[in-house]
């Protein structure tokens, strides 16, 4: 099972659970309620991220295409530009967190993820043919 990452780095173990919510050892991170919030800064479940070093983008096979767009400050000229948006192959499985990763974009940077203009986590599943967008913290979209 896969362990969870918080921004303020505390790590969700589905091992271990976490008994100051009443959460049993053994209980995978998807089965978390959504009222569940991470013990040390209370972010909600969404702002997770699978630990670094286990993609799934790996254990797949290639490939899906999505475009992607980036707004104001994570725009980069040859990745992730404004406008048209800037096509990228990923391995079936992928995340909006293996994206970004592909990217070279800080995780914390991003604070809003859009897939076909309805706003999404990073956990979400990415498809052949996805339009995605990313937006920072500050600026408009
Ligand atoms: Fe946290």
Same mark, same amino acid.
């Given at each position: 099972?896969?362990?969870?990452?918080?921004?303020?780095?505390? +790590?969700? *173990?589905?091992?271990?659970?976490?008994?100051?919510?009443?959460?049993?050892?053994?209980?995978?991170?998807?089965?978390?309620?959504?009222?569940?919030?991470?013990?040390?800064?209370?972010?909600?479940?969404?702002?997770?991220?699978?630990?670094?070093?286990?993609?799934?983008?790996?254990?797949?096979?290639?490939?899906?295409?999505?475009?992607?767009k980036?707004?104001?400050?994570?725009?980069?000229? *040859?990745?992730?530009?404004?406008?048209?948006g800037?096509?990228?192959?990923?391995?079936?499985?992928?995340? +909006?967190?293996?994206?970004?990763?592909?990217?070279?974009?800080?995780?914390?940077?991003?604070?809003?993820?859009?897939?076909?203009?309805?706003?999404? *986590?990073?956990?979400?599943?990415?498809?052949?043919? *996805?339009?995605?967008a990313?937006?920072?913290?500050?600026?408009?979209?």
């Amino acid at each position: 099972m896969d362990r969870y990452q918080c921004r303020c780095q505390y +790590v969700y *173990d589905p091992v271990k659970g976490d008994p100051t919510q009443g959460i049993a050892p053994g209980t995978p991170f998807a089965a978390l309620p959504d009222s569940w919030v991470c013990p040390l800064c209370g972010l909600a479940k969404n702002f997770f991220v699978r630990e670094v070093g286990k993609p799934t983008s790996e254990q797949g096979h290639p490939t899906i295409k999505v475009s992607v767009k980036c707004f104001t400050t994570l725009r980069k000229a *040859d990745t992730c530009d404004m406008g048209e948006g800037t096509e990228h192959q990923l391995f079936e499985g992928a995340t +909006v967190h293996d994206l970004v990763e592909k990217l070279d974009i800080p995780m914390e940077a991003v604070m809003l993820v859009f897939v076909n203009n309805t706003e999404v *986590d990073f956990q979400t599943g990415l498809k052949n043919g *996805d339009r995605v967008a990313l937006s920072p913290k500050t600026g408009g979209m």
